[in-house]
């Protein structure tokens, strides 16, 4: 088990410029989700997918950012402009989704610390 | 709309000591809950859960939890704190057929010789 694989670990950018997040979710995992994780907000859900279909982007903080899932072994993240607000540490998790989809866990991967400048 | 409260943002525990973190969760039916403990550089890891059934539940690395509905608490305990145990915890809740998990602000736990 390869666990959530998330790249770049870090990533510097100027303002104004695009980044892309990427994840790979544990294999047979049907759920993934995106969390962005600040000292003033704590651990914030801004999406979630669940067999490659959005399910819910109410946390999405505006139309700079957009996520996608083409397939069950990949989902990106996108910030355009980026914003020196949007410096965090965002982190992919996924689950398997079987029923009682509580008896699954969320595995999350290391994040992605993003700094805008 | 489902939260949760984590009202300590900070402990510090002397190894060897117990430990206990409280967490408040709101949700007008029975939540399953959850805590979370986090390394730095790291990401989150499932320390326990709680669906139904015992209130008293037994997680990895010694810990545990208990579900105490009269009070809307799942506060995590553990006898004897180990310096390995220096992270941030994070209680979580989420609700019965819907795929969202909320997460508290997080408990920093500091563990001192």
């Known amino acids: 088990d390869a666990g959530v694989i998330q790249s770049p670990r870090h990533e510097v950018t100027e303002m104004g410029q695009e980044v892309t997040l990427r994840c790979k979710p544990i294999?047979?995992?049907?759920?993934l989700f995106w969390y962005r994780q600040t000292m003033m907000r704590g651990l914030e859900l801004l999406i979630y997918?669940?067999?490659?279909?959005?399910?819910?982007d109410s946390g999405m903080p505006e139309d700079r950012f957009s996520a996608k899932m083409p397939n069950a072994s990949f989902s990106t993240l996108k910030i355009q402009p980026s914003e020196p607000r949007d410096s965090a540490v965002y982190f992919c998790?996924?689950?398997?989704?079987?029923?009682?989809?509580?008896?699954?866990?969320?595995?999350f991967g290391n994040g992605t610390r993003l700094t805008v400048t | 709309a489902q939260s949760v409260t984590q009202p300590d943002i900070h402990i510090t525990v002397s190894e060897g000591a117990s430990l206990e973190l409280r967490c408040n969760y709101s949700?007008?039916?029975?939540?399953?809950l959850f805590w979370y403990v986090q390394s730095p550089g790291q990401g989150l890891q499932l320390l326990l859960k709680?669906?139904?059934?015992?209130?008293l539940v037994q997680g990895i690395k010694g810990f545990e939890a208990e579900f105490k509905r009269s009070q809307s608490s799942f506060n995590l305990r553990k006898p004897s704190v180990h310096w390995s145990d220096a992270a941030e915890y994070f209680c979580?809740?989420?609700?019965?057929?819907?795929?969202?998990?909320?997460f508290g602000t997080g408990t920093k736990l500091q563990v001192i010789p």
């Open positions: 997918f669940n067999n490659n279909v959005p399910i819910d």
């Open positions: 709680y669906f139904s059934g015992d209130t």
């Open positions: 294999s047979g995992h049907n759920s």
């Open positions: 949700y007008g039916a029975t939540p399953y």
């Open positions: 998790a996924s689950k398997r989704d079987a029923g009682d989809s509580y008896n699954s866990p969320l595995h």
């Open positions: 979580a809740v989420g609700a019965p057929g819907y795929q969202k998990v909320t």
